[in-house]
């Protein structure tokens, strides 16, 4: 840490008397802080435009704010390549900026949670960068996984195995010496070489990682590819190719190997140390959601992230399914459920329910765009009904479809440059946000934005939709407005199923019921008492409720 930053006091954590278990029950609003404001006109969102917007985010309802990066990294992969995870990349300001964010959060009564990259580094990473240096038998090199290769002069990769981003997850390097060397590992980006975390040098470092932030005052973490610390002893081949196919179905010998749980548990030891009841999040891609909740034990992470619910269909006997599932996983572990319907690596589910299901969480077709947004609008107060926590994807609350029509010479992710690999469209969740209706870059700043917003986004801005009866943003706030003061929402683990038509759901929670049509047809249903919220407009008349389709009620009996 630079002299400059070092006298930096931490924002404060009064100490609770009574712990409230916030994470249990929050709502958490995903920033992409290059795409949510840019405050000195340069394209390209920073801190202090984040830093500006924090009161609109406290009267949206939600409860904590999670960061995506906004480390030093070259931006091989929008800053998921970190170069020194103790700095602030100047593109989005510096450690002052971060420390006026943090603060200005908490007098908001807003909590901050950022992402941590453990799983590697940027190949300017100091440690990287000595390693190639030094040349073979650097000690630098047994922090990563630097390999000789195979065949007669070691011009075939180490073993068989694929990157996330396509092609082989081995990258040769030329020695000092000018010659052809040892490889290193790379499961993303070439950019982004994997840490060896059986060295301990690799835990020392992310130990002090941790407290250093944690001094700052935030209060949490998003774990990084918090499934793939660990890999198999020895490296084996996995002896199969389109290796991406078998992702999500089967633990492989670089993701979710059970030593990744002694590293959260030597983790979960620091972050108790501190006042707030500060918590982690686990981004685990597992084959199954029993295996997610190994990650959420009493002694390890506080939540994972649900994707097995954020890739299924709007469909109410799917949708039923991985709710019981996930309800029943967490149970036993006494982790509460999380809910989510979008981020930043996959396409807005404004888009994807606009789209027959079956086509992936990356799509670059617009599909029937007023079915996505009506359907959209009846999944979130689904979501928000369920018992546990819920994520919202900044752009969500405005209805913003995908940008999915991105020239390809704008596009940015590195998986859309490596032909085999994720389909690389996830700039078009990416696009920078309208907070109104006119001027440069829709009020995401005054010069611009990194990329290219659509004609007509204004019409989708907080300005446009800001105190309209119906509209998307207004019902996220009213939806947040009655999760926080209703009882019944909120925390819990289990629902109440009730008797349904077919291709509805419904279940109650104490004295509210939630009532989804996910059909292309009207239904009616019984009356569950007051209607508390809508999705669209329903009719009751002797005791029924007509639904229409792709619709989500909330009553209440209360």
């Excluded at 295996?291 to 390890?300: C, F, G, K, L, Q």
């Excluded at 619910?309 to 709710?323: F, K, M, N, P, Q």
């Excluded at 019981?324 to 994807?352: F, I, K, Q």
Aim: proline share 7%; with cysteine.
């Amino acid at each position: 840490m630079s002299q400059q930053h070092s006298a930096i006091a931490p924002a404060g954590h009064p100490a609770e008397v009574k712990r409230s278990d916030w994470w249990r029950n929050a709502v958490i609003y995903q920033v992409y802080p290059r795409s949510f404001a840019d405050s000195n006109g340069d394209g390209m969102g920073d801190l202090e435009g984040v830093r500006s917007r924090l009161p609109y985010l406290r009267d949206l309802g939600v409860d904590a704010v999670w960061l995506s990066p906004f480390y030093a990294s070259p931006q091989a992969d929008a800053g998921y390549d970190v170069a020194d995870y103790r700095e602030v990349d100047p593109m989005f300001g510096n450690l002052l900026d971060a420390d006026a964010l943090l603060r200005d959060a908490r007098e908001l009564g807003l909590r901050i949670i950022v992402d941590l990259v453990p799983n590697h580094s940027s190949d300017q990473h100091e440690w990287f960068k000595r390693a190639l240096r030094e040349g073979p038998g650097s000690p630098l090199r047994e922090r990563y996984h630097f390999r000789p290769g195979k065949g007669a002069s070691g011009e075939l990769p180490p073993n068989d195995w694929e990157s996330i981003f396509g092609g082989p997850a081995w990258t040769r390097v030329t020695e000092p010496d000018g010659t052809p060397g040892e490889w290193y590992l790379h499961l993303f980006a070439p950019e982004q070489p994997d840490f060896n975390w059986d060295h301990p040098a690799v835990g020392d470092e992310f130990r002090s990682i941790l407290r250093f932030w944690l001094d700052m005052g935030v209060d949490g973490f998003r774990i990084d590819v918090a499934h793939g610390l660990v890999k198999a002893a020895g490296l084996p081949d996995l002896g199969s190719h389109e290796q991406l196919k078998l992702l999500g179905n089967d633990v492989m010998p670089f993701f979710d190997q059970d030593g990744v749980h002694e590293i959260y548990r030597q983790w979960r030891l620091i972050l108790d140390e501190y006042p707030g009841e500060r918590i982690f999040v686990a981004e685990a891609w597992t084959p199954t959601v029993e295996r997610t909740a190994n990650y959420v034990r009493p002694d390890e992470l506080h939540q994972a992230f649900n994707f097995q619910y954020l890739s299924t269909a709007w469909d109410a006997g799917e949708l039923r399914e991985v709710i019981d599932r996930t309800l029943e996983s967490m149970r036993p572990v006494g982790a509460p459920a999380t809910w989510v319907l979008s981020n930043h690596d996959v396409t807005r589910h404004a888009t994807r329910f606009a789209n027959p299901p079956g086509l992936g969480t990356q799509i670059r077709l617009a599909g029937d765009r007023a079915l996505g947004l009506r359907r959209a609008r009846a999944a979130t107060l689904l979501m928000l009904a369920l018992p546990g926590s819920a994520y919202v994807y900044q752009g969500e609350e405005l209805g913003l479809p995908d940008v999915v029509d991105l020239p390809d010479e704008v596009r940015q992710d590195p998986a859309y440059f490596r032909g085999a690999g994720q389909d690389g469209f996830r700039d078009g969740c990416r696009v920078p946000i309208p907070w109104t209706r006119e001027g440069s870059s829709y009020g995401f700043g005054s010069g611009g934005s990194w990329l290219p917003q659509p004609m007509g986004w204004g019409e989708l801005s907080v300005q446009a939709q800001q105190g309209v009866p119906g509209s998307t943003l207004e019902l996220y706030r009213a939806a947040l407005a009655a999760r926080r003061d209703h009882p019944d929402l909120g925390e819990g683990e289990a629902v109440e199923w009730l008797r349904a038509p077919e291709g509805v759901l419904a279940f109650r929670r104490g004295d509210f019921v939630c009532v989804a049509n996910t059909t292309g047809e009207s239904v009616t249903t019984a009356s569950y008492g007051r209607v508390l919220l809508t999705s669209d407009e329903v009719t009751q008349t002797d005791g029924e409720t007509k639904v229409p389709a792709d619709t989500t009620v909330w009553f209440t009996t209360a």
